[in-house]
C-alpha cells in the first residue's frame, strides 16, 4: 500500500521574540505563552485521538463505536494527568524563553479512517510506534541531538481528515536556523512516509500488525536463543 493519500500539511517554526508565521493564525509577538497555549490548543480532549473498536458498517467497510480520550505523547512519556501536563509545560517555559529560541511544528494528516486502518495507525498508541521511528530522524536532519530534544504530539479527530500535531525544540539552543535546507526537508518527508508506509506494507506482507510481527519476533529469537 503506497501512502499516497497521507499529507504533510503543516511544516513551520515559530521563533522567540520574532512576528508569527504569515497566514497563521496566531497575531501576536511569539512567547513562551504562545508555545504553551499550542500546547493546551492540541491537547484539548475535544480534539483528541479516539481509541475505536473496529466494527462492519452496512457498506462493507470497517467503521468504528466506542471511545475514551489519551493522553499527550512526548519525550517524557504520556502526559496523562493535569499534573504531568503543568509540569511539561514548564519544561517549554525553559527551553523556550529567550530571544531567538526555535521551536518547529508538523501536522500530518491522513485521508480518513479507511487510510488509518490500512496503515495501523487507528490509536494514539500505534501512532507512538511510528512515531518512535521517525522523530529521531527528523531530529538528525535538524541536526538536534535527540538528548537535547523536547517534543510532543497530540493526534486529532475532529476533522474528517485524521491527523498529528507535532511540535518539537532544542532543550538548550544549537540550532539558529528554523528552515531547513530543500535536500533536508526532501528527507524529512521521505523518513515519515517510508516509516508509515513501511507498517502497511509488513501487515500486507505477513498478515500481522507492526506491533504483534514484532513481538512474535522478539519471541521466537529468545526461543533460538534458549535452544542454544
Known amino acids: ?9 503543516k511544516i513551520r517554526f515559530l521563533e522567540y521574540g520574532k512576528d508569527p508565521p504569515k497566514n497563521s493564525r496566531l497575531k501576536e509577538t511569539i512567547t513562551n505563552e504562545t508555545v504553551g497555549g499550542y500546547f493546551d490548543y492540541t491537547g484539548r480532549e475535544e480534539a483528541k485521538d479516539i481509541d475505536k473498536e473496529v466494527s462492519i458498517r452496512d457498506d462493507g467497510y470497517f467503521g468504528y463505536t466506542g471511545s475514551h480520550t489519551v493522553g499527550t505523547y512526548s519525550s517524557m512519556g504520556v502526559l496523562n494527568t493535569s499534573k504531568e501536563r503543568r509540569a511539561f509545560k514548564k519544561e517549554i517555559d525553559k527551553c523556550f524563553h529567550e530571544e531567538g529560541n526555535i521551536c518547529w511544528d508538523y501536522v500530518i494528516s491522513l485521508e480518513d479512517d479507511k487510510e488509518t486502518h490500512k496503515l495501523g495507525l487507528e490509536t494514539a498508541k500505534q501512532w507512538n510506534l511510528a512515531a518512535k521511528e521517525f ?6 536532519e535538524y541536526e538536534i541531538n535527540p538528548n537535547n530534544s523536547l517534543w ?4 486529532h479527530r475532529n476533522t474528517d481528515h485524521p491527523h498529528i500535531h507535532l511540535v518539537f525544540m532544542e532543550k538548550n539552543q544549537t540550532r539558529t536556523r528554523g528552515k531547513l535546507t530543500a535536500r533536508k526537508m526532501k528527507n524529512v518527508k521521505r523518513h515519515i512516509y517510508t516509516a508509515l508506509s513501511a507498517r502497511a506494507m509488513l501487515k500486507e506482507r505477513t498478515g500481522l500488525d507492526y506491533k504483534t ?3 512474535q519476533k522478539d519471541m521466537k529469537v529468545k526461543e533460538l536463543v534458549n535452544n542454544i
Request: net charge neutral.
Open 135 to 140: 522523530i529521531p530522524k527528523i531530529l538528525k
Open 1 to 9: 500500500y503506497l501512502v499516497d493519500l497521507m499529507k504533510i500539511t
Open 152 to 155: 510532543w504530539f497530540d493526534v
Open 213 to 215: 510481527y514484532f513481538e
